[in-house]
């Protein structure tokens, strides 16, 4: 009799419980839908476009700040192919196998650069060079264009 009892108020207790979880959740759905209503009953806000002023400097003074600042990298290198490297040099990739400079090296030379690659027998690294300059202004306005497409990642090299 007394597990009867037992089991018949923990029954009763289950079903209280899980009439309760019905309620809560109809109500959170009524007012979830409530509120949808009222979003669709307003009217969309319309943006005014935020048009900020363009700052004017001279060509001059931003490309002398850049040129001075422009971080380069010295190394001893090594020609593997290409047509000879001159002062200033734009690397946009560095590979241990050399099949994959050589990849990259060819999808630069279709995209109308003068690719070259070295050997950076210092690291065992073949490096791919983009464009080569007498003058380090040319490089980094080269490194600078390359930066802005595909190879974010494009850096100075300045053989010894």
């Known amino acids: 009799m007394k597990k009867l009892s037992v089991l018949s108020l923990g029954l009763c207790a289950v079903l209280a419980l899980a009439s309760c979880g019905t309620s809560k ?14 979003e669709a009953q307003q009217e969309p806000a319309v943006q005014e476009p935020v048009v ?7 060509p001059t003074e931003s490309t002398t700040t850049e040129v001075d600042n422009a ?17 200033f040099s734009v690397v946009v ?43 380090k202004a040319g490089a980094v306005k080269s490194r600078n264009e390359l930066r802005a497409g595909k190879y974010p990642d494009a850096w100075l090299l300045m053989k010894k």
């Open 25 to 38: 959740e109809s109500a959170y759905k009524k007012a979830y839908e409530k509120a949808q209503q009222q």
């Open 52 to 58: 900020t002023p363009l700052e004017t400097t001279t």
């Open 71 to 87: 971080t380069v990298r010295q190394e001893n290198v090594d020609l593997i192919s290409g047509s000879g490297l001159q002062n």
């Open 93 to 135: 990739g560095s590979f241990s196998l050399k099949a994959n400079a050589e990849g990259l090296a060819s999808t630069l030379k279709s995209a109308g650069y003068d690719s070259q690659i070295v050997y950076y027998s210092a690291r065992n690294l073949y490096r791919v060079i983009a464009s080569t300059f007498v003058d």
